[in-house]
T-cell receptor, first 119, second 116 residues
Framework: DTGVSQDPRHKITKRGQNVTFRCDPI?????LYWYRQTLGQGPEFLTY????????KSRLLSDRFSAERPKGSFSTLEIQRTEQGDSAMYLC?????????????????FGEGSWLTVV | GDSVTQMEGPVTLSEEAFLTINCTYT??????LFWYVQYPGEGLQLLLK?????DKGSNKGFEATYRKETTSFHLEKGSVQVSDSAVYFC???????????????FGTGTQLKVEL
């Protein structure tokens, strides 16, 4: 049983460079989420996919951030022209929902995160 | 908007001590409530959950009861171990996103240190 996997686990980049993170959700999970976590804080929602459709984006997601899930399986999160304030852990999560289900109790499973340090 | 408030840490306990980590929430509608645990350098793991009032979630000796009247979901464990040292996050989902997805809103986390 494979959980949510993220790659790379750690990335150090210079300010102004672009970075891309990949997330492979739990197989057959149709929902995929990206969160950001800074030191001493809880994770904050960034964006969410239902299959391949990006249905919600937080105000935290500036124009330099873009996320895709082209085939409804894996997802990528790209940050362009990185800034020091982008340094954080980027968490991917997934869950399974049934057709027509709108309950709020579905369990969301998280990956181990991708640490980004912008120097 | 929805929010979660947790007691500040770090909480330092001796092994076998009783643990309580307080969590209160503000939400519209009827949220589901969760506790997640994060070990050093790792992602979040679901510890337990409760989806309606008076439900009790439990796992690995940890328990939390959904109290709608006090809007609380306090985490308890009768006898902590060194291996329980981690950061604990209380969270809720109630804001249904477009298409029915859940958005978790987290507290700031409470660090627990258990010493021998």
């Amino acid at each position: 049983d494979t959980g949510v996997s993220q790659d790379p686990r750690h990335k150090i980049t210079k300010r102004g460079q672009n970075v891309t993170f990949r997330c492979d959700p739990i197989s057959e999970h149709n929902r995929l989420y990206w969160y950001r976590q800074t030191l001493g804080q809880g994770p904050e929602f960034l964006t969410y996919f239902q299959n391949e459709a990006q249905l919600e984006k937080s105000r935290l997601l500036s124009d330099r951030f873009s996320a895709e899930r082209p085939k409804g399986s894996f997802s990528t999160l790209e940050i362009q022209r990185t800034e020091q304030g982008d340094s954080a852990m980027y968490l991917c999560a997934s869950s399974l929902s049934l057709l027509g289900e709108r309950g709020s109790g579905n369990t969301i499973y998280f990956g181990e995160g991708s640490w980004l340090t912008v120097v | 908007g929805d929010s979660v408030t947790q007691m500040e840490g770090p909480v330092t306990l001796s092994e076998e001590a009783f643990l309580t980590i307080n969590c209160t929430y503000t939400a519209t509608g009827y949220p589901s409530l969760f506790w997640y645990v994060q070990y050093p350098g790792e992602g979040l793991q679901l510890l337990l959950k409760a989806t309606k009032a008076d439900d009790k979630g439990s796992n690995k000796g940890f328990e939390a009861t959904y109290r709608k009247e006090t809007t609380s979901f306090h985490l308890e464990k009768g006898s902590v171990q060194v291996s329980d040292s981690a950061v604990y996050f209380c969270a809720l989902t109630s804001s249904i996103l477009t298409g029915g997805g859940n958005k978790l809103t987290f507290g700031t986390g409470t660090q627990l240190k258990v010493e021998l």
